[in-house]
Nanobody
Framework: QVQLVESGGGLVQAGGSLRLSCAAS????????MGWFRQAPGKEREFVAA????????YYRDSVQGRFTISRDNVKNSVYLQMNSLKPEDTAVYYC???????????????????WGQGIQVTVSS
């Protein structure tokens, strides 16, 4: 049974930092692309960042480029999202997701991902 478990969320003031972690089990982690998505109240889920199986390709949505960094550890079966210079508009539930390592797709579409975590709340106060 595949499990993705997020941790590290919480409440932070604008300008602060948080580091999200996602621990994966039940899958051969190094064979999967990993992504982070988020969903704010009343809004659709949106792509945040993605990382290829060997960390060779990284993608970010424009609004987090330069502030967020995605990374992974294939020994620890974990993916991370370092979030700096947080803004109130970053407030959302953040989800970790996994998709098969394939040349097909963009790595930025939620529909490409087959496994999802339960999500974790990130709240940025102004």
């Amino acid at each position: 049974q595949v499990q993705l478990v997020e941790s590290g969320g919480g409440l932070v003031q604008a300008g602060g930092s948080l580091r999200l972690s996602c621990a994966a089990s039940g899958l051969t982690f190094s064979r999967y692309v990993m992504g982070w998505f988020r969903q704010a109240p009343g809004k659709e889920r949106e792509f945040v960042a993605a990382i290829s199986w060997n960390s060779g390709r990284l993608y970010y949505r424009d609004s987090v480029q330069g502030r967020f960094t995605i990374s992974r550890d294939n020994v620890k079966n974990s993916v991370y999202l370092q979030m700096n210079s947080l803004k109130p508009e970053d407030t959302a539930v953040y989800y970790c997701a996994a998709r098969y390592n394939s040349a097909v797709g963009t790595m930025m579409e939620g529909s490409e991902y087959v496994y999802w975590g339960q999500g974790i709340q990130v709240t940025v106060s102004s």
